[in-house]
């Protein structure tokens, strides 16, 4: 299993960036996908998620309103496009599949694969 993402980089506070992430090679079919970041020293932290039966997306409140997760052409695939970038949303990226039922899909133990992370840094 392989999950991919891609789309990180260099911007400044208010531009947009847009994340993309594939899993591949799941032999049972993913029913969620989500987004986490982590910093040096802290805990990964939950962003965004959705499940693939359906149903609204989630999303941490520091980013509500201006992140979008969405479901691209696979239930495998998602991008998590952001806008108004600030400083604090300067961290790694990670996307994750979950291929099992949890009551709470905020929190990174619901989730069996993981990306190796893509930095994001946004400059003041």
């Known amino acids: 299993v392989q999950v991919v993402e891609s789309g990180g980089g260099l911007v400044q506070a208010g531009d947009s960036l847009r994340l993309s992430c594939v899993a591949s090679?799941?032999?049972?079919?993913?029913?969620?996908m989500g987004w986490f970041r982590q910093t040096p020293g802290q805990e990964r932290e939950f962003v965004a998620g959705l499940s693939v039966s359906g149903g609204s997306p989630t999303y941490a409140d520091s980013v509500k309103g201006r992140f979008t997760i969405s479901r691209v052409n696979s239930e495998s695939q998602v991008s998590l496009q952001m806008t108004s970038l600030k400083p604090e949303d300067t961290a790694v990226y990670y996307c994750a599949a979950r291929t099992r039922y949890s009551p709470n899909y905020r929190i990174a133990t619901a989730y069996d694969y993981w990306g190796q992370g893509t930095q994001v840094t946004v400059s003041s």
């Open positions: 090679g799941l032999t049972t079919s993913s029913i969620g």
